[in-house]
């Protein structure tokens, strides 16, 4: 059983940065890849980005390739999403999850933090 919490979400303007965070509990964070998701008003939720269980491989979406850093430190059971450069469209809400293997499905979500970014 792993439980995730995120944290850091805010209100941004256009260009801005924001480092997102996900506490996990249970003992074996560590062995999951571990993935971020996001959901606009009106959208589905979508992929933006996701990191194996060592931190030695990513993947991301092609809309945030570039701007957004996904990263972990395992001794902290926690991982992270560091936005850069941050648009209009990135407005949603944004979950973490522990991934079943080296998929984007969910075995674990988050309740989710709000990210707005305003011109």
């Known amino acids: 059983q792993v439980q995730l919490v995120e944290s850091g979400g805010g209100l941004v303007q256009a260009g801005d940065s924001l480092r997102l965070s996900c506490a996990a509990s249970?003992?074996?964070?560590?062995?999951?890849?571990m993935g971020w998701f996001r959901q606009a008003p009106g959208k589905e939720r979508e992929f933006v980005a996701r990191?194996?269980?060592?931190?030695?491989?990513?993947n991301y979406a092609d809309s945030v390739k570039g701007r957004f850093t996904i990263s972990r430190d395992n001794a902290k059971n926690t991982v992270y999403l560091q936005m850069n450069n941050l648009k209009l469209e990135d407005t949603a809400v944004y979950y973490c999850a522990a991934l079943s293997g080296w998929t984007l499905k969910g075995d674990y979500w988050g309740q989710g933090t709000q990210v707005t970014v305003s011109s």
């Open positions: 990191i194996i269980w060592s931190g030695g491989f990513t």
């Open positions: 249970g003992r074996s964070f560590s062995s999951y890849a």
